[in-house]
């Protein structure tokens, strides 16, 4: 399977805990995309990357947010200090420049 | 501020009919617009684009139509078939990178 993979699938934590989850592109992609999605909703974008720069965050990515993508290969987005307010569903997509993007199933986070 | 807007959360449609899913967007900066199919447990996966040179892109039972002076986009789908159940997401991108999505019309088809 040459699609977006993202690790885990799912993750639960208790609030205030740090999370951590990776994205691994579609190889031939220089550009991968984060997002966010609560239930009812389309996905929010948080930030994208080409090859290993950061070039937009989206105001919704607060400061307990990052997200690296040290080689331009695959990406962490890291969340410390859980709140009840980031569960959702975290979608990462890979494009070349600006064709499509093809998105990973996604991590769902719940907080305890 | 939600720049992209569907505003039908749901349709059902009888299988062999047409389905139109509705899209309209407010920045007028956006110049490329998708569509993206969703099933449960699953990713988006990208059904069809347009270019906002363009007013109209088919592929196969797809087409996409555009109405720049409207702010307004629709999917068609003839003949619907049951496995087009699913969610479906318009998004529009600006020259920024940036792509803003709905929040999504859920299809169903009956048979």
């Known amino acids: 399977d040459t699609g977006v993979s993202q690790d885990p699938r799912h993750k639960i934590t208790k609030r205030g805990q740090n999370v951590t989850f990776r994205c691994d592109p579609i190889s031939e992609h220089n550009r991968l995309y984060w997002y966010r999605q609560t239930l009812g909703q389309g996905p929010e974008f948080l930030t994208y990357?080409?090859?290993?720069?950061?070039?937009?965050k989206s105001r919704l990515l607060s400061d307990r947010f990052s997200a690296e993508r040290p080689k331009g290969s695959f990406s962490t987005l890291e969340i410390q200090r859980t709140e009840q307010g980031d569960s959702a569903m975290y979608l990462c997509?890979?494009?070349?420049?600006?064709?499509?993007?093809?998105f990973g199933d996604g991590t769902r986070l719940s907080i305890l | 501020d939600q720049q992209v807007k569907q505003n039908s959360p749901s349709l059902s449609v009888q299988e062999g009919r047409i389905s139109i899913l509705n899209c309209d967007y407010t920045n007028s900066m956006f110049d490329y617009f998708l569509w993206y199919k969703k099933y449960p447990a699953e990713g988006p996966t990208f059904l069809i684009s347009i270019s906002s040179i363009k007013d109209k892109n088919e592929d196969g039972r797809f087409t996409v139509f555009l109405n720049k002076s409207a702010k307004h986009l629709s999917l068609h789908i003839v003949p619907s078939q049951p496995g087009d159940s699913a969610v479906y997401f318009c998004?529009?991108?600006?020259?920024?990178?940036?792509?803003?999505f709905g929040s999504g019309t859920k299809l169903n088809v009956k048979p």
């Open positions: 998004a529009a991108m600006n020259n920024f990178n940036k792509f803003y």
């Open positions: 990357f080409q090859n290993e720069a950061q070039l937009e």
């Open positions: 997509a890979s494009s070349y420049l600006n064709q499509p993007q093809h």
